[in-house]
């Protein structure tokens, strides 16, 4: 057997179902392997555009897709991606071609150091030195990948290597893993500390909507009523409908929900991520007791300082604390909360009849989008002032119906992204949401989308600029650089690249266009003038907020 027909049956074990990438001639063993198995290749028209595809993927299925490309610039192109797939949390397998083994010490055409350049944006990189080992190096490229937290590895196989005869070596079958569940003891010690709380929150990141810890969560807090606030990516842990739902946290500035964080004494983070809201942020003070809840101990900084860490299987660790409140019950009464959630509601509806034409506001889009998008539906947002309005303004019923990038925070995520959510689940509905600036960092995907025939809709926010930074330079410094740009005819764009497209100029129009155009065979584009005058408004009005708690 050839070591290319060995790695991708190592890949076939591992339950890959799709590679994305862009190959060259250090590859061509491994894509022609590809290519006569049943493992699915989805060409792609940049690198970047790949690593997006199996960041999504990974992020939705908990499964690590492979993403691949050529040495030297193939390389190079991929780590965007592939560090936003890393901080947040999306388990993927990067593989390189690499040259010839025999020029690797010198001088060479197209060759550098891939593996060093990945190290600091994976949990492990690694340059296959014997074409025997591609069984080993597979399967610990895949576990590592997959175990909590996961990530991105890298695999780099030389030119040469890939071509050798490897006798019937055999891929290694991936083993179900237990992960280690929390002390009894802690759990006690927890729990002690919750009881006596007056005003205990929940802080749900990342982690709370992996492994089925929404569900645990879910029976926690319909049996205790305790309120629950999720970050940008925990979004769905809880319902939105849920009355102990107190929403998304994450803006800069003072929110109504960091009002509920305020008032309370006893803060349990779970499956939180530092990267996604720094805790200067919420316990400015330093003085909140903090319960940590994840697969891994606290990180340390000086403003996380956590009472008790219940380290372990997240599922497991609700579980825990689940039998302990059966048996000893405890109910928390959910009016403290209750006018923090109902003006946020009043929020999310207030523009919701607009009658606007020209321009149309963030919170009238994002009213329709909720409206047009079913509660499995899957929203990508790309990363901008856009994210910022989806963040706040958009709630989910589901974990996992919202992809917002928000540890590395790459522009140019959601389009991409949003093909590789449409492959992983065919039949629900995929809304890329973007930025002028952002979308077009990789529109050449919207060609792939049309190859696939991928129903995906992409959403233009038009402002003709880099609208967060300007938001944030005005937070700042009272005014913003020159931060404007033209655009290309959208339609003409689209249609360019065989997609459906169309302009809405009116708020009444956008509801019935969203809706035709998820319900379309194809790709299709929206274009949104957006009034991006409201991120004044929406400083102004969170600077002055008086908490109701
Ligand atoms: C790849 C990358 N480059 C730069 C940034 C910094 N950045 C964050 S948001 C932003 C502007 C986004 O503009 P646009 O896509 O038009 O969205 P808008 O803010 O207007 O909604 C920039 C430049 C980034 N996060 N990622």
């Not at 799709?18 to 290519?35: C, K, R, T, W, Y």
């Not at 005003?199 to 089925?212: E, H, T």
């Amino acid at each position: 057997m050839k070591a290319s027909d060995l790695f991708v049956e190592c890949l076939r074990a591992e339950g890959t179902e799709f590679m994305f990438g862009v190959p060259g001639e250090e590859n061509a063993d491994v894509i022609l392997s590809v290519q006569d198995s049943d493992l699915d290749f989805v060409l792609t028209r940049h690198e970047q555009g790949a690593a997006f595809m199996a960041d999504a993927y990974g992020r939705l299925t908990g499964k690590a897709a492979v993403c691949m490309g050529t040495l030297g610039p193939g390389a190079t192109n991929l780590v965007t991606g592939v560090a936003d797939a890393n901080m947040d949390r999306a388990p993927m397998v990067v593989y390189t071609g690499q040259a010839d083994s025999r020029r690797m010490h010198k001088e060479s055409h197209q060759a550098m150091d891939v593996v060093a350049m990945f190290r600091p944006v994976t949990k492990w990189a690694h340059s296959v030195l014997q074409p025997q080992n591609l069984p080993e190096v597979t399967r610990k490229a895949f576990k590592i990948a997959t175990t909590e937290k996961p990530g991105a590895t890298h695999i780099e196989i030389p030119e040469d290597l890939a071509a050798m005869e490897v006798g019937d070596l055999a891929p290694i079958a991936p083993q179900k893993v237990r992960r280690p569940v929390p002390d009894d003891k802690i759990v006690d010690r927890a729990w002690d500390l919750i009881r006596k709380a007056k005003r205990p929150v929940v802080l749900a990141g990342n982690g709370a909507i992996r492994k089925r810890a929404s569900k645990q969560l879910r029976a926690f807090c319909d049996a205790s009523g305790m309120g629950v606030i999720h970050t940008f990516m925990g979004k769905g842990a809880v319902s939105r409908e849920a009355p102990y739902c107190l929403f998304t946290v994450g803006l800069q500035s003072k929110d109504l929900i960091a009002c509920a964080i305020d008032a309370a004494d006893v803060v349990i983070t779970l499956g939180y991520d530092l990267v996604e809201y720094h805790p200067r942020l919420w316990n400015p003070g330093k003085d909140k007791t903090i319960i940590h809840v994840d697969f891994l101990p606290a990180e340390i900084d000086e403003h996380y300082h956590a009472e008790l860490e219940i380290v372990g299987d997240l599922a497991h660790a609700l579980w825990m604390l689940n039998a302990r409140l059966a048996t000893d019950p405890l109910r928390w009464d959910l009016s403290q909360h209750r006018t923090i959630r109902e003006q946020m509601q009043a929020d999310f509806a207030a523009h919701k009849d607009d009658d606007t034409s020209g321009l149309i506001r963030p919170q009238k889009v994002l009213w329709d989008v909720r409206e047009a998008l079913g509660p499995h539906d899957i929203l990508l947002s790309d990363v901008g002032a856009h994210k910022m309005w989806i963040a706040r303004y958009y709630q989910c019923d589901e974990p996992n119906t919202c992809l917002i990038s928000n540890g590395f925070c790459s522009m140019g995520f959601a389009l991409p992204g949003a093909i590789g959510a449409q492959l992983a689940f065919p039949n629900k509905k995929v809304l890329a949401i973007n930025g002028d600036g952002g979308f077009l960092m990789n529109v050449q995907e919207m060609e792939t989308a049309a190859r696939l025939q991928a129903p995906i809709v992409a959403m233009v926010w038009e402002d003709h600029a880099y609208g967060l930074i300007a938001w944030k330079q005005d937070n700042h410094f009272g005014r913003h650089t020159d931060l404007s740009f033209q655009n290309p005819d959208w339609v003409q764009l689209g249609q360019a690249f065989g997609w459906g497209a169309r302009r809405v100029e009116h708020s009444r129009e956008l509801l019935p266009a969203l809706e035709a155009a998820l319900a379309s065979d194809k790709p299709e584009l929206i274009v949104v003038p957006i009034d991006y005058r409201e991120n004044a408004l929406l400083s102004a009005r969170l600077g002055q907020i008086a908490c109701p708690i």
